[in-house]
């Protein structure tokens, strides 16, 4: 078995060379985006943490062409918000079925299951691995995601979980050190 050579470590080279085919990397929020905890304010406001570097990387994925979607089963204008100001497409809250809304997606981009990587952390995003070509969940994942996942990030969500899928796919696509200048 080979490995290449990644700013996270050595991963198996069949599994890299799958991101180089990745048009659309689909993200669940809580866990992935954030660290997964909500905070809630005395008067009823809900605060989220979400890490420059994963936008990073996200803006640096879509510069090369790569869409990115979030698909949550939950509704918070703070995710609307910081979705959109990455300029993300694809924002669908309130979800239950995940599964639904990736393939909706799919459709619409007319992509095939190779083209898509999904990540979650948790069982409502099982139905998104079933559409994906490359499934991935983070280190505390839960353990049957997990089991199921063909790539555990090395981050923790909220911690530059989706930065590291997003730089292994600008690797894959020998872009990693090409992107600069995006503003967050």
């Known amino acids: 078995m080979s490995h290449t050579q990644t700013p996270y470590g050595t991963l198996d080279t069949s599994i890299f060379k799958r991101f180089a085919n990745i048009r659309l990397l689909a993200c669940d929020v809580d866990g992935i985006f954030s660290d997964g905890r909500i905070y809630l304010g005395n008067d009823g406001e809900e605060l989220k943490a979400f890490h420059t ?3 990073y990387g996200v803006k640096a994925l879509m510069k090369i062409g790569v869409e990115v979607a979030v ?5 918070s204008q703070i995710v609307e918000d910081r979705m959109r100001a990455l300029g993300l ?3 669908i809250q309130g979800q239950e079925d995940k599964q639904q ?6 459709g619409q981009m007319k992509l095939n299951t190779e083209q898509i990587a999904a990540m979650g952390d948790d069982m409502p995003d099982l139905g998104m691995f079933r559409q994906a070509g490359i499934k991935i969940s983070v280190p505390d994942g839960h ?3 997990i089991q199921q996942a063909d790539f555990i990030t090395r981050c923790q969500g909220g911690f530059g979980a989706v930065r590291e899928v997003c730089d292994m796919i600008l690797q894959a696509n020998n872009q990693l050190t090409q992107i600069h200048g995006i503003s967050l």
């Open 53 to 55: 570097r994963d936008g």
């Open 71 to 75: 698909i949550t089963g939950r509704k």
């Open 89 to 91: 497409r694809y924002i």
């Open 101 to 106: 809304a990736l393939q909706d997606i799919a």
């Open 143 to 145: 353990p049957v995601v």
